[in-house]
């Protein structure tokens, strides 16, 4: 992406070529940060424990996928978070105070999901409003609106040893003598998907395009309205999918109110996976790491007896660290 | 310098708390607190109250509702029973209590989010004369004499009383194990009251009894639970309390904190401070499958009802926990108000605690207590 110029021999090696040095870089992290944790808590190394990371990793993954595309066109998405639990408020809504069919309960939480990004689309896109203020009005929509919709009390989705239950087994397999975090083949999917939309298609280069000069952009004829508003929609069901994924994985409650400053993880895993607040650049696979080192010192730095201030200063930390290194990347190449 | 006073603070406010301890019943259940007499309760008027509640995100707060509406109904008073949306909007909660006050009740309840930013409201009923019943959890900073009584669980007491109750099951594994063993104690937070004094009676109830059988304790983990609880910190311990509280209230976080327990190799019970702590417990457990009643497995106490934790008791995973009364906790606020609205004297009053297993939980008297 970056290292056009000159580079050592490090960044010249093809196979880093091919990456990105961020994304070596992150997935070095990750790997160190693995192995570390690994070493210093044997609870910390044992299947379930691992797999439990890839369980909890799910919600943020998918959040964080449909916000890249916001962040590539120079915008954010805040209303994510609260509208991830809001969607999965109403698609429990539906299933447990309605008695309808769990795949109701999906559909809806994916339709609103959609809903609330066709109305961020508009609100950014047509009316062009700052993404920030726009979305963080949205934000605080979905918010009061989870909780209207519940009459302010909190939501079980179906536990998975009840019939309607079936639907956790999309994002795990937890039966005697067998676990199995399925719900990563979903990401992994989904971010090739995503990843091939983004850079292989004509939507995906003009999302980019917007990003890196929207007004140029839209003197080469391209519809910006549209696809900027694309990628609000995107990140919309992405929300709503994630939704439904911290509801398969979750047996806790969903309480109304709750979910601002999710979207600060998967924002702040996009970031980290190398995807630029200014727009113009980003890579979905980039997200996923992000989004995995975010993961790793969440459920690793208990495991070291570390108290949860610390967790949050390391996590900040890192943050900084992550933007400080897309910086001196920006000003290389000016 | 600051940290020194606040623990000297709330150490004296923890022995005052232990003075008023209302004696156990036998059968698992604190009692309620004999200073105020609200068996025959009567009002002279047909009053109007104003009560502001935490909001309704949790059922608990319906069967508040409940009990306050039936004792409402039978003294043939009317009432106007809100909240905010969710338990982190103080300010909406602030402005429902000037509402409240501007509808000059002859009384008005008050469970409050934060206990210093209502003071201003507080000190605005004082001066227009109208009484303020606190409920669910105390109004410790108050201005003098515009909170004229509580009617709230005794939350040090509820976690003594699941201390007790564990310890009948811990007491001999604790006695036969070679080295040391830990037990887990998950808060949500170390700020709210409640929290932090059911989590700190369950510590120092626990140490009590293990000191009582011969064993030494020691307290690890959350800086604040180790200052205030009562234990002595010290090495080779035989019973090691591990306090873990999350960086963020969130279901992911404290689902991480119960399998970092779990997964430690002397952990022989887990207990859960309130509902979110507990249905943490449930998802911590689901990967790792440790909790259970059996002498290999953790042994997992907690707080509060709802499906997920009703299911886990049922079904094993959890031993037991404790449920507050707020079907009595509804009834006893519209006493206090008709009382303080009579112009009697009202002081506190501690609507008491429950214990319930697999094996009672289907009792009538817990059963109104258990909700969705």
Redesign the interface.
């Known amino acids: 992406m970056a290292d056009k110029k000159k580079g050592n021999a490090f960044t010249n090696n093809p196979l880093v070529k091919a990456v990105g040095t961020q994304k070596i870089v992150v997935l070095l992290v990750i790997i160190v940060l693995f192995a570390f944790f690994s070493i210093m808590?044997?609870?910390?190394r044992?299947y379930?424990?691992i797999?439990?990371i890839f369980?909890?990793s799910y919600y943020i993954s998918f959040m964080a996928i449909g916000v890249t595309f916001c962040l590539i066109t120079g915008g954010v998405d805040l209303s994510i978070g609260t509208g991830m639990i809001c969607y999965a408020l109403f698609g429990g809504y539906l299933i447990t105070r309605q008695g309808m069919p769990v795949i109701v309960g999906i559909l809806g939480t994916l339709l609103l999901g959609l809903l609330m990004g066709c109305i961020n689309g508009v609100l950014v896109a047509v009316l062009e409003l700052p993404p920030f203020i726009a979305t963080l009005g949205t934000m605080m929509v979905a918010?009061?609106f989870g909780?209207i919709i519940t009459?302010?009390?909190?939501v079980?989705w179906p536990?998975?040893?009840s019939e309607q239950g079936w639907f956790r087994m999309l994002f795990?397999i937890?039966k005697p003598g067998l676990?199995l975090p399925v719900g990563f083949i979903w990401v992994v999917i989904f971010v090739i998907l995503m990843s091939l939309f983004l850079n292989k298609t004509r939507p995906g280069r003009y999302i980019i395009a917007i990003g890196s000069n929207k007004e140029a952009t839209r003197l080469s004829g391209v519809n910006v309205v549209k696809y900027q508003a694309l990628a609000y929609i995107i990140s919309g069901v992405f929300a709503g999918i994630a939704g439904i994924a911290?509801a398969a994985?979750?047996?806790?409650?969903i309480?109304?109110?709750?979910g601002a400053?999710?979207e600060l993880d998967a924002i702040a895993g996009a970031i980290i996976g190398g995807t630029s607040m200014t727009g113009g650049c980003g890579s979905i696979f980039g997200t996923l790491l992000g989004v995995f080192v975010m993961s790793m010192l969440?459920?690793g730095l208990?495991?070291i007896g570390l108290?949860?201030?610390w967790?949050?200063i390391i996590t900040g930390l890192i943050l900084i660290l992550a933007v400080f290194i897309d910086v001196i990347k920006n000003r290389k190449l000016a | 310098m600051k940290n020194k006073m606040i623990s000297a603070l709330l150490a004296t406010a923890m022995v005052a708390s232990m003075i008023t301890v209302p004696v156990l019943a036998s059968e698992g259940e604190t009692e309620a607190a004999a200073s105020v007499d609200l068996s025959n309760v009567e009002a002279k008027e047909a009053y109007h109250f104003e009560i502001v509640s935490k909001g309704f995100q949790h059922q608990y707060w319906q069967a508040v509702l409940k009990g306050a509406q039936e004792e409402a109904d039978r003294l043939g008073v009317t009432m106007n029973f809100v909240g905010p949306n969710s338990e982190s909007d103080i300010a909406d909660q602030v402005q429902m209590l000037n509402s409240a006050i501007n509808a000059k009740p002859a009384a008005i309840g008050l469970a409050a989010l934060s206990t210093d930013a209502c003071n201003d409201a507080l000190q605005q009923a004082k001066d227009a004369g109208i009484p303020i019943v606190g409920f669910d959890s105390g109004v410790p900073g108050a201005p003098e004499g515009s909170v004229v009584a509580n009617a709230a669980t005794d939350n040090y007491a509820a976690g003594e009383l699941a201390a007790e109750k564990t310890y009948e099951v811990l007491k001999d594994r604790i006695a036969a194990a070679e080295g040391s063993v830990r037990i887990g104690v998950m808060g949500q937070d170390a700020t709210s009251e409640s929290i932090v004094n059911r989590g700190l009676g369950f510590i120092d109830k626990i140490a009590e009894l293990a000191t009582a059988d011969g064993h030494t304790v020691t307290v690890e983990g959350n800086d604040k639970y180790v200052q205030d609880s009562k234990v002595e910190a010290t090495d080779d311990a035989k019973v090691i309390i591990d306090v873990a509280v999350p960086s963020q209230v969130t279901a992911e976080l404290s689902a991480t904190d119960c399998q970092t327990l779990l997964n430690k190799e002397d952990t022989i019970c887990i207990y859960g401070s309130n509902q979110h702590s507990g249905e943490a417990m449930v998802t911590g457990n689901e990967n790792l499958q440790k909790l259970g009643s059996g002498e290999d497995q953790v042994l997992g106490v907690t707080f509060d009802s709802g499906t997920v934790i009703k299911e886990a008791v049922k079904n094993g995973t959890l031993y037991g926990a404790i449920t507050q009364a707020p079907v009595a906790m509804g009834a006893a606020v519209i006493d206090l108000l008709t009382m303080a609205a009579n112009g009697e004297e009202v002081g506190d009053v501690d609507t008491g605690c429950q214990w319930y297993t697999a094996d009672n939980m289907e009792d009538p008297e817990i059963a109104q207590n258990l909700y969705d």
């Open positions: 808590s044997s609870g910390f044992k379930p424990t797999v439990s369980d909890y918010r009061g909780s009459g302010g009390m909190s079980t536990a998975a040893s795990k937890n676990l911290y994985v979750f047996s806790s409650s309480a109304p109110g709750t400053g999710l969440k459920s208990p495991y108290q949860a201030n967790q949050q």
